[in-house]
């Protein structure tokens, strides 16, 4: 896998902020929330996956735009009233964890997501759940469980088995961290490795921080 409510009415301002009526409104944009390279400990910016040649994050403004950069796998975010601002996705790799030895050691995928509302952001929040994507797990011990402690307004993780998947909204913004180990064969990294988890939890909260 590439990638691992109700609607009110909302103003753009000239400076790309949203004005929501009653809604939490936010002085930050997509950009601000993503971490910079090394800026959580020992995650460096993945720069051979980057589609614009830079440490940049790359982001799209149109459903099209977001799916030319992760292959189409972007459909679930612009469903029915749904319509991000900002697609926001950057791609991490760290090779000092222990729970993911050299040479391909691990990964993070982060999308984030900006929404015309807060109530936006609920709801994408809550209708990805009927995604297939997000359902992989239902019904069984790795399914979708609150983080502890919780991120933003509302947050939750999952272990899709090969990979820790954290999903939260806070504001106008949904965010989405798939924390990936190296994918050799065994003993090279052990699936649902707590650690994992731990670091996953760590870099998600860095995120978070940023709000």
């Known amino acids: 896998m590439t990638r691992f409510g109700?609607?009110?009415?909302?103003?753009?301002?000239?400076t790309g902020l949203l004005a929501c009526g009653s809604n939490a409104t936010s002085t930050k944009n997509a950009i601000d929330l993503a971490p910079l390279d090394q800026a959580v400990s020992g995650w460096a910016v993945n720069t051979a996956l980057s589609k614009n040649g830079s440490v940049q994050p790359m982001t799209a403004s149109t459903k099209d735009e977001a799916e030319a950069l992760i292959d189409g796998?972007?459909?679930?975010?612009?469903?029915?009233s749904y319509t991000?601002?900002?697609?926001?996705?950057?791609n991490y790799v760290n090779k000092?964890?222990?729970?993911?030895?050299?040479?391909?050691?691990a990964s993070v995928i982060l999308y984030i997501l900006q929404m015309p509302s807060a109530d936006q952001a609920t709801g994408l929040y809550n209708s990805l759940l009927n995604e297939s994507e997000y359902s992989g797990q239902k019904n069984t011990t790795n399914d979708w469980q609150p983080t502890?402690?919780?991120?933003?307004?509302?947050?939750?993780?999952?272990?899709t088995v090969t990979a820790w998947w954290i999903n939260f909204h806070k504001d106008v913004f949904y965010v989405e961290?798939?924390?990936s180990p190296s994918f050799g064969p065994p003993p090279d990294y052990v699936t649902s490795d707590p650690d994992l988890k731990s670091e996953a939890m760590r870099f998600a909260q860095a995120v978070a921080s940023k709000f």
């Open 73 to 80: 796998a972007a459909a679930p975010f612009y469903k029915g």
């Open 84 to 90: 991000p601002t900002t697609f926001l996705w950057q």
């Open 148 to 159: 502890s402690p919780t991120l933003g307004t509302e947050s939750r993780i999952e272990n």
């Open 96 to 105: 000092t964890l222990p729970a993911a030895p050299p040479p391909q050691g």
């Open 6 to 14: 109700s609607i009110i009415l909302c103003a753009t301002l000239g």
């Open 177 to 179: 961290v798939m924390l």
